[in-house]
């Protein structure tokens, strides 16, 4: 990614069909949009990343809608022999996007609605109670209800409010809109047979792949000591720079909470990527007592919690199901 190309547009969902050839999986989101970065990004990339709109309602759109496919497949009448594997594949890329979704800030109102429609969209807030209704969860389902709201939260109280109410006059009820980004209308009815429009063989493929988890871990912990010292160079900077290197940190930062999750959406393989796994988790925790945002660090947590049901699907045994002794903040 360079000045001159700061869009970072994620791919509509018909154009990623058509760039697959035979026997390719679907390309992992994050990397698409972090790979032009490098190894070493200079600081006018990181600022350009920074400046760069990724399209979160596309993102929060396919989360949803192969998270929707992922259950049609598993549950389908006439099963794939693989689906499964198929499954997998399917869950693996919405928790990609979700990651996508939550560790961006909301710089916009865009950014925001997509949050707000993927967060009721994944759930679990339960539903309305009634006034004199008592709450009673179990502590784990308590806490990933809790972490979740972080991971999605953007500080609803500034949000402008949802569409108005029909008057007395308007008609077209059926479609009113109940949202000003809603999901619901945009999908297709969930159940019912498998409308893949991508072949199952490349779900295949896709969940069979896999990152370099080194290299993920490399570039995290360089990402995050590249945040800390612009944000030190950015307070000793009161001068027009300043700005500059505040976006290159928020850049860096997020770059490195991006990774993250991704780390944590791949399934372990052997046992040296399932130390790297726990390298990361380790990393993350650390960042606990730091001033990263919150909902970054709710984000990685968050994707560990869904990403062992996916996990399950592909026959990992226990001790790839790890789920860290979190530091507790959220």
């Given at each position: 990614m360079s000045k001159n190309d700061d869009q970072g547009r994620l791919p509509p969902p018909q154009n990623t069909t058509l760039a697959?050839?035979?026997?390719?999986?679907?390309?992992?989101?994050?990397?698409a949009l972090t790979s032009g970065l490098g190894d070493d990004p200079a600081l006018g990339d990181l600022i350009a990343f920074r400046q760069s709109r990724p399209d979160l309602k596309e993102a929060a759109r396919m989360s949803r809608q192969f998270n929707n496919e992922a259950h049609r497949v598993a549950y389908a009448v006439d099963r794939h022999p693989q689906a499964s594997t198929v499954a997998a594949g399917l869950g693996l890329a919405?928790?990609?996007f979700d990651s996508l979704v939550c560790v961006w800030p909301a710089d916009s109102l865009d950014e925001v609605d997509a949050k707000l429609a993927l967060a009721h969209a994944r759930g679990p807030f339960?539903?309305?109670q009634e006034a004199d209704y008592i709450a009673a969860l179990e502590p784990a389902t308590a806490r990933r209800i809790r972490v979740m709201r972080a991971a999605f939260h953007v500080g609803e109280l500034t949000v402008p409010p949802a569409p108005p109410a029909p008057s007395l006059d308007d008609r077209n009820l059926a479609a009113w809109p109940r949202l000003r980004y809603d999901l619901r209308d945009l999908l297709p009815l969930r159940g019912g047979q498998p409308v893949l429009t991508i072949a199952p063989e490349s779900w295949i493929a896709f969940a069979r792949s896999g990152p370099d988890?080194?290299?993920l871990?490399?570039?995290i912990v360089r990402m995050l000591a590249t945040a800390e010292r612009l944000f030190d160079l950015a307070r000793a900077n009161e001068d027009g720079k300043s700005r500059?290197?505040?976006l290159a940190a928020e850049g860096a930062q997020i770059l490195a909470y991006l990774t993250a999750c991704q780390a944590m959406v791949w399934p372990a393989r052997s046992k040296a990527d399932l130390d790297v796994k726990r390298d990361v988790a380790r990393i993350i925790n650390d960042r606990a007592c730091r001033p990263d945002p919150l909902h970054q660090q709710a984000a990685v947590r968050h994707i560990v919690d869904e990403a062992i049901w996916v996990h399950r699907r592909l026959g990992l045994s226990e001790p790839a199901l790890f789920t860290p002794d979190w530091i507790e903040i959220v």
């Open positions: 697959l050839r035979e026997g390719e999986s679907f390309p992992d989101p994050i990397e919405a928790l990609l339960g539903t309305d988890f080194g290299g871990r490399d570039r500059e290197l505040r």
